[in-house]
Every structure is written in C-alpha cells, then in structure tokens.
Nanobody
C-alpha cells in the first residue's frame, strides 16, 4: 500500500522543540525527492525541507539553523527536528514524495513545485504560542 503517515505534531511555546516523523511505505521511500511542506490558515503551502534519495538535504532560509531533516533507512522514516520554534512556524505540516521526471536533479535547488510531489500524507498540526 502506497502511503505516508506523519506524526509528532503538537503545541509548544516559542523557543521549544518538536520532532516530526513520516513513516513511508517501501515504494515511496525510494522516491527521488521527499520533502516537508507546511500550510498555515489562509496561506499557500510552502516547502520547508527536502531530502534527495542520496541523502543530501536542503531547507529554506526561514528555517535554516533551526530545522533539520533526516532519514532512517532501516525504518523507512523521515524526520524533521524543529528547534527554536517561533509562532510563525504554526501550520499543518505535510510529508510528500516525488519520483517524476527531473525530480532527482531539481530536488535540492527547489525546482519542484508542490504539484510535482505525487504522494502526500494527511498532515500533522504544529502550534507555537508566544
């Protein structure tokens, strides 16, 4: 069964930490590019961090130095360690996977749009209070 299942969200105060997990089915875990996205109410979905199938990662400026994406190949699981959380990090966080044309070459330079990711989890809510 093809699926992505996120967990680990919750409510924390500013400055706190959370670790999100994304358990993937075997077929999806082999995708060229996997990523964490987030969507706040009234805003567009935005990419947060991506990891290519060879293990290299990239994240956006707004989370640099605070968020770290990693993977555990033995568990087919992705992680997003979020430290020094800010109220503006409040959003639904989604795990996604892409394996289409150019998904490997475009992964780390954010050349893929959200629409290029063909598989999505159901999301996990992160709420950061000031």
């Amino acid at each position: 069964q093809v699926q992505l299942v996120e967990s680990g969200g919750g409510s924390v105060q500013a400055g706190g930490s959370l670790r999100l997990s994304c358990a993937a089915s075997s077929s999806i875990y082999r995708s060229n590019c996997m990523g964490w996205f987030r969507q706040a109410p009234g805003k567009e979905r935005e990419g947060v961090a991506v990891i290519r199938s060879d293990g290299f990662t990239s994240d956006v400026d707004s989370v640099k130095g605070r968020f770290t994406m990693s993977r555990d190949n033995a568990k087919n699981t992705l992680y997003l360690q979020m430290n020094s959380l800010k109220p503006e990090d409040t959003a639904m966080y989604y795990c996604a996977a892409a394996s289409g044309a150019y998904s490997f070459s475009l992964c780390l330079n954010w050349g893929l749009k959200a629409a290029d990711f063909g598989y999505w989890g159901q999301g996990t809510q992160v709420t950061v209070s000031s």
